[in-house]
C-alpha cells in the first residue's frame, strides 16, 4: 500500500521533470574577459642585448622597437654594400667607351663608302662597338648585384631589431641589457584592444548565439558600464561531462581603458530558447 501511495508522487515529479523549463536566455551568465591575442616575442637571430626600449607596462604600437641587439659587423657590412650600390664609376666609363665605340664604328663606315678604308676596318670597328656595349650592360649588373647586396645587408641589420608585433601592453621583460637571446623570449606583448571574452555556455542553449551577433557583456569593475561585444566563434563541440559549449567575443577596448582579466557577465539577446527534447516515458 504504501508504494500505491508513493506512486502518485514520483509521477507528478517526473511530470515536474519532463516540462521543466531550460535556462532563459535573459539571464546573465559569467563570463572571462582576456587579451585578444599574447605573443612571447624573441629573436630570430642569436646575438647580445644591446638596449632595451620598453618596459613592463608600456603600451606599444605595432612595429616599435623593443630592444636592440649589438650589430657593429652588420653595420659596417652594410655600409661596404652601400658604398658598392652607389658607386657609379664602371658604369659611366663603361657607358663612355660605348659612345666612343659607336662614333669610331661611324667614322669606319663612311671612309669605307669613299673607299678610304677596307672592309675587315669596318667590321673590327663594329665588333668593337658590340663589345663596348656588353661591358655597359655587365657594369649595369654588377651595380643591380650591389643593390641586392646592399638590400641583404640591411635585412640582415634588421634582424637585430625587436619590433612588436601587434599594438598592445607589455606583459612581461624577461632579459636585461648584456644578456645572451638564443631561444628564450624576450617580451611578452598583450593585444587588449580589442579584448576577447570567452562564454561557457549549456547545452540547451546551442543554436540561440550566432556568429557576427552581439552580446551585453557587464566587467565586474568598478565605474564600467555594460559594453557590447560582437560574437566571433561559436564551438561546433558540446561537452558531454559539463553538457557546455563555449563562444568567443570580440570586445572593443578603445584606449585600453578595461584592463584584461576580469570576470563578467555576459547577457543574451532576447531570443527564444529551443524546447529541450522530452524523454520517453
Request: hydrophobic share 45%; aromatic share 2%; charged share 25%.
Amino acid at each position: 500500500m504504501k508504494h500505491l501511495a508513493a506512486a502518485p508522487l514520483l509521477l507528478w515529479a517526473c511530470m515536474g521533470m519532463v516540462h521543466a523549463k531550460p535556462p532563459s536566455p535573459a539571464q546573465p551568465l559569467g563570463c572571462l574577459i582576456e587579451p585578444f591575442q599574447v605573443a612571447d616575442v624573441g629573436s630570430p637571430v642569436i646575438g647580445v642585448i644591446e638596449s632595451i626600449r620598453a618596459e613592463r607596462g608600456d603600451t606599444v604600437r605595432k612595429g616599435q622597437v623593443l630592444a636592440l641587439l649589438r650589430a657593429d659587423v652588420e653595420r659596417a657590412q652594410v655600409d661596404v654594400a652601400s658604398n658598392k650600390a652607389q658607386a657609379m664609376a664602371e658604369v659611366n666609363a663603361a657607358e663612355a667607351n660605348a659612345v666612343l665605340a659607336r662614333q669610331k664604328l661611324k667614322r669606319a663606315e663612311g671612309l669605307m663608302a669613299e673607299e678610304f678604308v677596307s672592309t675587315a676596318a669596318v667590321e673590327q670597328a663594329r665588333a668593337e662597338a658590340r663589345v663596348a656595349d656588353e661591358r655597359v650592360l655587365q657594369a649595369r649588373e654588377q651595380r643591380r648585384t650591389a643593390e641586392r647586396e646592399h638590400a641583404l645587408a640591411q635585412a640582415q641589420l634588421g634582424l637585430r631589431t625587436i619590433r612588436a608585433p601587434s599594438d598592445g601592453v607589455i606583459a612581461d621583460r624577461y632579459l636585461s641589457v648584456g644578456e645572451r637571446v638564443e631561444d628564450k623570449p624576450l617580451f611578452r606583448v598583450a593585444m587588449v584592444d580589442p579584448l576577447r571574452v570567452e562564454v561557457v555556455m549549456p547545452a540547451q542553449l546551442y543554436g540561440v548565439v550566432r556568429v557576427a551577433s552581439t552580446m551585453t557583456i557587464a566587467p565586474e569593475f568598478p565605474n564600467t558600464s555594460p559594453r557590447e561585444a560582437k560574437v566571433i566563434l561559436v564551438d561546433k563541440l558540446i561537452d558531454g561531462a559539463s553538457n557546455t559549449f563555449r563562444i568567443r567575443l570580440s570586445l572593443p577596448n578603445p584606449g585600453a581603458g578595461l584592463p584584461a582579466g576580469l570576470r563578467c557577465k555576459a547577457s543574451l539577446p532576447n531570443t527564444a530558447v529551443p524546447p529541450s527534447p522530452r524523454p520517453a516515458l
